[in-house]
Nanobody
Framework: QVQLVESGGGLVQAGGSLRLSCSAS????????AGWFRQAPGKAREFVAA??????YYTDSVKGRFTISRDNAKNTLYLQMSSLKPEDTAVYHC?????????????????????WGQGTQVTVSS
């Protein structure tokens, strides 16, 4: 099991930037693929970005604005968010894949992830 804790959320004006961090403890985080999801009030959890052996992946609405990365030495996953829009407002969660880093999977599906963090709130004002 991997324990995940997100941080870095907050209130920002449209056009601003934030960097989210996801700190992992327990089993080595580097042995798993990982992703970011978000959930706005009254909406389903939505895929945002993933990092796998084959590369990085993003939902269309954040391409060119968000960047996912990881620092395995620090056991930490990041999401750099720029040009933020009010529609980016949500609770952002990180998660680790069910399989190993080298296992292929559909990174868009929440069911393909096991351990989840509690989330960090991102609010973008217009």
């Amino acid at each position: 099991q991997v324990q995940l804790v997100e941080s870095g959320g907050g209130l920002v004006q449209a056009g601003g930037s934030l960097r989210l961090s996801c700190s992992a403890s327990g089993r080595p985080f580097s042995t798993y693929a990982a992703g970011w999801f978000r959930q706005a009030p009254g909406k389903a959890r939505e895929f945002v970005a993933a990092i796998k052996w084959s590369g990085t992946y993003y939902t269309d609405s954040v391409k060119g604005r968000f960047t996912i990365s990881r620092d395995n030495a620090k056991n930490t996953l990041y999401l750099q968010m720029s040009s933020l829009k009010p529609e980016d407002t949500a609770v952002y969660h990180c998660a680790r894949s069910k399989g190993s880093f080298w296992t292929d999977y559909d990174h868009r599906l929440p069911g393909q992830y096991d351990d989840w963090g509690q989330g960090t709130q991102v609010t973008v004002s217009s």
